[in-house]
């Protein structure tokens, strides 16, 4: 079984460029959620995809938009980005039940400058 | 929408004693009540969770209360090592599948 993975690790962009952050599922999962964690807080849920369609939106403005692939692969992309988008980016696979475990991945870390 | 608080922000133990962590929760529909260990440069592992028809959950040297009347729930980790040393997030859900999360605590055992 293969756990959750994302891509790149690191990423350092310049304000107002565009980003696209990669989460692939851990196998048997059908659900990714992305999660924006600022320096010493809890991550913040952004949204969720299922069967290839969000599913659930946090407090995040349209700019932070999303994919999710037949594999259940899924891109997270950010446009227009701002010095306050420097995070780390957690996408979580799950298998939709409504009170579902998820597994986090290892995060990438965005800085903006 | 969900508030989820989670208190004292540091917590400092000695090498096989006890630590408790608590968390409170202000949506009552909330259902799910996973706890995430998060070590540096790593994403969070989720090491236990209870839902909110059991009152009681436990794993080896780690356990997870609820009241749902009081709307708290925390989690107890016996004979600490110095591995366990991280920060440990609460976090609750409804039905939709959206985690809401506590600020995290730093867990220092100490050797």
């Known amino acids: 079984e293969t756990g959750v993975t994302q891509s790149p690790t690191h990423l350092i962009k310049t304000r107002g460029q565009q980003v696209t952050l990669r989460c692939s599922s851990q196998s048997g999962h059908n659900t990714v959620s992305w999660y924006q964690q600022a320096l010493g807080q809890g991550p913040q849920f952004i949204f969720q995809?299922?069967?290839?369609?969000?599913?659930g939106r946090g407090n995040f403005p349209p700019r932070f938009s999303g994919l999710q692939f037949p594999n259940y692969s899924s891109e997270l992309n950010v446009n227009a980005l701002e010095l306050d988008d420097s995070a780390l980016y957690l996408c979580?696979?799950?298998?939709?039940?409504?009170?579902?475990?998820?597994?986090f991945g290892p995060g990438t870390r965005l800085t903006v400058t | 929408g969900e508030n989820v608080e989670q208190h004292p922000s540091t917590l400092s133990v000695q090498e096989g004693d006890s630590a408790v962590i608590k968390c409170t929760y202000s949506d009552s529909a909330s259902n799910y009540f996973p706890w995430y260990k998060q070590e540096l440069g790593k994403g969070p592992q989720l090491i236990i969770d209870i839902r909110s028809n059991v009152g009681e959950k436990k794993d080896q040297r780690i356990a997870v209360t609820l009241n749902k009347t009081a709307k708290h729930f925390s989690l107890h980790i016996t004979e600490t090592q110095p591995e366990d040393s991280a920060v440990y997030f609460c976090?609750?859900?409804?039905?939709?599948?959206?985690?809401?999360f506590g600020k995290g605590i730093t867990l220092s055992v100490r050797p």
């Open positions: 995809y299922y069967r290839e369609e969000e599913n």
């Open positions: 976090a609750a859900t409804g039905a939709n599948s959206k985690l809401t």
């Open positions: 979580a696979s799950s298998f939709y039940r409504g009170d579902d475990e998820q597994y």
